[in-house]
């Protein structure tokens, strides 16, 4: 079964809202092993997703709609149904009695603009929505299934769990299987290079299938396969996987929700060690990154944002001579900040980034950054030219130095 999606909604298309239901109704249509292979974003215009709804029943087995179906003058899905399956519009005295017994139970009075949400297309069913009050709607144009849900994430996630997917499923005769990926997570070689090596495996590769995914610094590799059950998918992807760790070797770091973060709070929590930072070009990026982690207090001490160089003499120790010297994008001056940090903290283990994020040039080109990694085996610094603007640069700054932690403390360092 070939399951699309259409997100409606102008606020998507202006980018004011990221369409993270896109991602979890996918997530839930592989789990299920149903086929899904585009996604579409329309505009709160009749027109538009009349035309929409139409070209997706036209290719689709199933279209889930999320989106348009609230109370205001806006929400323009069910009308959208309506004209599309070419059906008049009913009201439904039964659910308007269920909306007024819903606000009377929260002491309010219901604004009548809410009984747009008893009208449906003739021929639909009515999905019900525990969590509000705009109810799903299910409706058969041509062979093409269409649902409507809320595209209010706590409202649509538990319809399509709970009503949506066991249709399909059941439409499919329950035969779909599933679609099991795995991620394998690398950082030290660039997407071309690590599909240079891998290439002969993409190239062979149709169940398991392999993408090449490139963000903040690293590269990911995911692998999928379909099979009638999760333990038959691992079984296909299981030589799949081993025969890419042993290519790529240590540029394999983690699989799955396994980030460098949570990889370098789970290295010092093994070794009894705590973890500070300072930062200056990054901002506070990498101790973001830390304590994004659940549990991450166990093992990260504390950070320090010294952006200018006196805030780098009072909070860091550095000294004046050392930022005279050698200035403040130096190894000398990150080591220095490193070193404070591990003492204000009391911390084995202390990382410093300092550098010229852009536009403009701070005693070095834009992309230049420095970072120093201090452990009780040793210290080291590494100047880095990072491509892109500020904000690209500071990403991979962060990410730079969350793997230079992760290299120290496995005692391989970085390579140059």
Request: proline fraction near 5%.
């Amino acid at each position: 079964m070939n399951v699309e999606m259409l997100a409606v909604g102008t606020e998507l298309l202006l980018g004011q809202i990221v369409n993270g239901n896109a991602a979890d109704i996918g997530a839930r249509l592989a789990e299920a092993g149903l086929d899904h292979f585009r996604q579409t974003v329309v505009g709160d215009n009749l027109e538009r997703i009349v035309s929409a709804i139409g070209e997706a029943a036209a290719r689709a087995d199933a279209l889930i709609i999320t989106g348009g179906i609230g109370p205001t003058q806006d929400d323009l899905t069910r009308d959208a149904l309506a004209r599309a399956a070419g059906v008049p519009m009913h009201f439904s005295d039964e659910y308007a009695d269920h909306l007024r017994r819903w606000w009377e139970r929260r002491g309010r009075p219901m604004p009548e603009t809410n009984l747009r949400q008893a009208e449906y297309p003739e021929g639909a069913t009515m999905i019900p929505n525990e969590k509000g009050t705009a109810p799903g709607l299910r409706l058969r144009i041509g062979t093409c299934w269409v649902f409507a849900v809320p595209g209010v994430p706590q409202e649509m996630l538990p319809m399509v769990e709970a009503h949506i997917i066991p249709f399909l499923v059941a439409e499919a005769g329950g035969t779909g299987g599933v679609i099991v990926s795995r991620l394998l997570r690398t950082w030290g070689e660039s997407e071309s290079r690590i599909a240079e090596l891998l290439g002969d495996l993409y190239d062979a590769g149709t169940n398991p299938t392999l993408a090449f995914l490139a963000s903040g610094g690293e590269i990911k590799l995911r692998l999928t396969a379909r099979a009638h059950s999760g333990e038959e998918a691992d079984r296909l992807i299981a030589p799949r996987e081993e025969e890419i760790r042993g290519r790529l070797g240590s540029l394999v770091f983690g699989a799955g929700d396994d980030t460098v973060e949570r990889v370098v709070l789970r290295a010092c929590t093994e070794a009894g060690l705590t973890l500070a930072t300072a930062e200056s070009a990054t901002g506070g990026m990498v101790a973001a990154a830390l304590t994004s982690v659940p549990g991450a207090s166990a093992a990260f001490a504390g950070g320090v944002v010294a952006y200018s160089g006196a805030a780098k003499v009072a909070l860091l120790g550095v000294t004046p001579e050392t930022i005279a010297e050698h200035g403040l994008v130096s190894e000398e001056t990150a080591l220095a900040m490193a070193r404070g940090a591990a003492r204000r903290f009391a911390a084995g283990v202390a990382v410093a980034v300092t550098g010229s994020a852009g536009p403009d040039a701070l005693e070095h080109p834009p992309g230049t950054i420095v970072i120093a990694v201090v452990t009780p085996s040793g210290e080291r610094a590494r100047l880095l030219r990072l491509p892109g603007d500020r904000e690209r640069v500071r990403t991979y700054a962060t990410t730079a130095a969350l793997h230079a932690i992760r290299l120290a403390l496995s005692g391989a360092w970085w390579q140059s």
